[in-house]
């Protein structure tokens, strides 16, 4: 089971980044994907969720309106759009699978099952 997240990078505040997180090794379509992100010395927080239906799609109250969450199913892929980022969204970004989730835990790192590898966005100023 691989989670491999990529499109982190280096931006200036304002700008855009498009995170990818493609999954392998079984099947995932009963699981909901999320992406989180920790930045240095701060604890891992929930960025936003989405199932493979296309459905179950939450977001953070700090990034609403400005990320959006999708999915291709066909490529096994779930896409973090960033737009108008902050200096603040600054992070490591992770993408994981988690099974079983409901509303109250789905914000809940440590509900999810696998986890990438992280992809880091730095915002400059």
């Known amino acids: 089971v691989q989670l491999q997240a990529s499109g982190g990078g280096l931006v200036q505040a304002g700008g855009s980044l498009r995170l990818s997180c493609e999954a392998s090794?079984?099947?995932?379509?009963?699981?909901?994907m999320g992406w989180f992100r920790q930045a240095p010395g701060k604890v891992r927080e929930f960025v936003a969720t989405?199932?493979?239906?296309?459905?179950?799609?939450y977001y953070a109250d700090s990034v609403k309106g400005r990320f959006t969450i999708s999915r291709d199913s066909a490529k096994n892929t779930v896409y973090l759009q960033m737009n108008s980022l902050k200096p603040e969204d600054t992070a490591v970004y992770y993408c994981?699978?988690?099974?079983?989730?409901?509303?109250?835990?789905?914000?809940?790192?440590?509900?999810?099952?696998?986890w990438g590898q992280g992809t880091l966005v730095t915002v400059s100023s």
């Open positions: 994981a699978a988690g099974s079983g989730l409901i509303r109250s835990t789905i914000a809940t790192p440590t509900r999810y099952d696998y």
């Open positions: 090794g079984r099947t995932f379509s009963s699981y909901i």
């Open positions: 989405i199932s493979w239906s296309g459905g179950r799609i």
